[in-house]
């Protein structure tokens, strides 16, 4: 790449594994310095050292911290600890999720331990609220043009997995729309990113189970690409507050994941009770 984001600091949280790993590698490849939390310590794959260590071979500098956003208290100090370092912050990614164990696919609400709620929507939705007001001014501080992105899904649309699920997107989709109103004075942007079926670890694990074919879904990688595309675009202020497709933005910038390819459409695939 071309370090287009050298001396840009950058936060990405639960990037230890899927989309959060790709946008934190993403980033890395264009020089940024990126400070990533998650839950899984050690020397491990898919473990705080393993990414920080992707970071870096992709051009990068990582800077790691174990934090579980179910703790405010964690999060905070994370974004003291930020704070103190580097002073600001350029571009925020809001990307940590808790899947329940067992997952919550199929079968009514009344069928699922309350606690989903709390794993989806206490992770999905106020972890990245209680994240984005620890960052605010640090964002401010680096001045106009900093971002926040928050991932998404279609789920905020359309029926996917459950009705828990779908609330927390939704949300999601409206904390981001109304915080861009907000954050319009200050000259920060707020997006919600919409992905579509991604070959995660955990995804390619349980359709390597179920003999599912993942040869049309994207990648953490390309979808990770997408978020320095927004961040250097020309007209960001105007696409804030809006939901950006992967599968648009792949094709209107040219994002190649790493086999090469442009973002599989996913959109036209989507029906009110399909699966991502």
């Given amino acids: 790449m071309t370090g287009r984001l050298k001396g840009k600091i950058c936060v990405v949280t639960g990037a230890t594994r899927g989309i959060g790993r790709g946008c934190a590698i993403a980033l890395a490849e264009e020089g940024a310095t990126i400070y990533i939390t998650g839950r899984s310590n050690g ?30 208290h964690e999060i905070e100090a994370f974004f003291k600890k930020v704070a103190e370092e580097a002073g600001h912050i350029d571009i925020l990614v809001n990307n940590v999720y808790k899947i329940p164990s067992p997952p919550a696919w199929g079968g009514g609400f009344w069928d699922h331990p309350i606690q989903v709620w709390d794993d989806q929507v206490g992770i999905g939705l106020r972890a990245h609220y209680v994240a984005s007001w620890h960052a605010a001014p640090l964002l401010f501080a680096a001045g106009p043009g900093s971002l926040i992105v928050n991932v998404s899904s279609p789920g905020g649309l359309s029926y996917h997995f459950s009705s828990s699920y779908g609330a927390g997107k ?96 996913y959109r036209a695939r989507d029906t009110p009770r399909e699966t991502a």
């Fill in 43 to 72: 020397d491990g794959p898919l473990t705080l050292n393993d990414s920080v260590a992707a970071i870096e071979q992709a051009g990068g500098v990582g800077i790691a911290t174990q934090v579980d956003h179910a703790n405010d």
């Fill in 170 to 265: 939704a949300g999601l989709d409206r904390l981001t729309a109304d915080m861009a109103i907000e954050l319009e004075p200050k000259g920060v942007a707020a997006i919600s990113l919409y992905p579509g079926s991604v070959a995660t670890e955990f995804i390619a694990a349980h359709a390597e189970q179920n003999g599912t074919d993942l040869s049309e879904s994207q990648t953490p990688l390309g979808v990770g690409r997408t978020v320095p595309a927004l961040a250097l675009c020309e007209n960001l202020m105007a696409r804030s507050g809006s939901i950006q497709w992967v599968e648009d933005l792949s094709h209107e910038f040219d994002i190649r994941d790493e086999r090469g390819a442009l973002a599989p459409g």
